[in-house]
């Protein structure tokens, strides 16, 4: 796959399919993306195959607004290759994200999960961040982070009993990210009411969080501030 072309609305791309199969003799290429014609009438009986699946890409590729072409030689086999125009997803990601405003911060990360949390840990680590792990929020240092990110644990079905611990976290930082399942936001909108966070409606990307044997949760990351703060 290449991409050929770009703007800041569509991509051109190019997938190119090789074999090193029998070929087809230049006599025999037009009659190719013909329904129920093989390139020789003998290639039904020695190979199989009705030469369907060649006009069904064809029409798909069209349906796209592309092309599709070929060429090959005999014992040599074929390249085929066809080019579409895609729409670009104007809420995509970066490949590259600016972490310059990281520089000199320092994130103190709480989650339980050890899988978890070595995953997060790695994404952190391509960013200048300092990050300072700690398995649970008890045994981590009090004291001013720049930015708090917690693990919310896939088993916890609701955040009020832990009403108290979050004011505690809202207080040693002004930027607390808590790592929801996805069934606990419900929760966490409950604590915004009570008006111990406040929470934006906006959440920050996704990332996995294993619950078990092969098993991934997936979590929403999701800013709470003390509400006292922002009165």
Same mark, same amino acid.
């Given at each position: /796959?290449?991409?050929?072309?770009?703007?800041?609305? +569509?991509?051109?791309?190019?997938?190119?399919?090789?074999?090193?199969?029998?070929?087809? $003799?230049? %006599?025999?290429?037009?009659?190719?993306?013909?329904?129920?014609?093989?390139?020789?009438?003998?290639?039904?009986? @020695?190979?199989? &195959?009705?030469?369907?699946?060649?006009?069904?890409?064809?029409?798909?590729?069209?349906? /796209?607004?592309?092309?599709?072409?070929?060429?090959?030689? $005999?014992?040599?086999? !074929?390249?085929?290759?066809?080019?579409?125009?895609?729409?670009?997803? $104007?809420?995509?990601?970066?490949?590259?994200?600016?972490?310059? &405003?990281?520089? &000199?911060?320092?994130?103190?990360?709480?989650?339980?999960?050890?899988? =978890?949390?070595?995953?997060?840990?790695? /994404?952190?680590?391509?960013?200048?961040?300092?990050?300072?792990?700690?398995? #649970?929020?008890? !045994?981590? =240092?009090?004291?001013?982070?720049?930015?708090?990110?917690?693990?919310?644990?896939?088993? /916890?079905?609701?955040?009020? $009993?832990? +009403?108290?611990?979050?004011?505690?976290?809202?207080?040693? !930082?002004?930027?607390?990210?808590?790592?929801?399942?996805?069934?606990?936001?419900?929760?966490?909108?409950?604590?915004? %009411?009570?008006?111990?966070?406040?929470?934006?409606?906006?959440?920050?990307?996704?990332?996995?969080? =294993? #619950?078990?044997?092969?098993?991934?949760?997936?979590?929403?990351?999701?800013?709470?501030?003390?509400?006292? @703060?922002?009165?």
């Amino acid at each position: /796959m290449e991409q050929r072309a770009i703007s800041n609305s +569509r991509v051109q791309i190019e997938i190119q399919i090789h074999d090193t199969g029998i070929g087809i $003799p230049e %006599r025999d290429q037009s009659r190719l993306f013909q329904a129920f014609r093989q390139a020789d009438a003998s290639i039904s009986r @020695r190979h199989g &195959g009705t030469g369907l699946g060649l006009v069904i890409t064809q029409r798909l590729v069209k349906e /796209m607004g592309g092309d599709i072409s070929f060429h090959s030689q $005999p014992n040599r086999g !074929s390249t085929f290759w066809f080019h579409i125009s895609l729409d670009l997803n $104007p809420n995509a990601i970066p490949d590259t994200l600016n972490t310059d &405003g990281l520089v &000199g911060k320092r994130l103190a990360y709480v989650e339980a999960n050890a899988t =978890a949390a070595q995953c997060t840990l790695e /994404m952190l680590a391509a960013t200048p961040l300092e990050v300072i792990y700690s398995p #649970t929020f008890s !045994s981590l =240092a009090e004291a001013q982070y720049d930015i708090l990110l917690v693990g919310i644990p896939v088993s /916890m079905r609701d955040l009020s $009993p832990h +009403r108290e611990k979050l004011a505690k976290a809202c207080a040693m !930082s002004d930027n607390v990210l808590l790592a929801l399942p996805c069934h606990a936001q419900v929760s966490a909108e409950a604590l915004k %009411r009570r008006r111990r966070c406040r929470l934006p409606v906006k959440a920050a990307h996704h990332h996995p969080s =294993a #619950t078990g044997a092969g098993g991934y949760q997936p979590r929403a990351c999701l800013r709470a501030a003390d509400a006292d @703060r922002q009165s």
